[in-house]
């Protein structure tokens, strides 16, 4: 039920606390880039947004 709702379970039994999937996917994507804190931040949005079918206009990363 809570993963239909776009939210993860923290506990595999009778959770009573669940991680947004879309926080998930970002920790993902700035672990992915883990170096610089503004720059894995800003490189992990990009991702997220790209993934997501936004697509940046500037060509700087």
């Known amino acids: ?5 776009s939210v993860f379970p923290t506990s595999p039994s009778q959770p009573c606390t669940g991680v947004s999937v879309d926080l998930l996917e970002i920790y993902r994507a700035l672990f992915e880039r883990s170096c610089d804190a503004i720059t ?3 490189a992990a949005l990009h991702t997220i947004y790209d993934r997501r079918g936004f697509r940046v206009i500037s060509n700087r990363v």
């Open 40 to 42: 894995a931040l800003a």
């Open 1 to 5: 039920m809570l993963v239909q709702n």
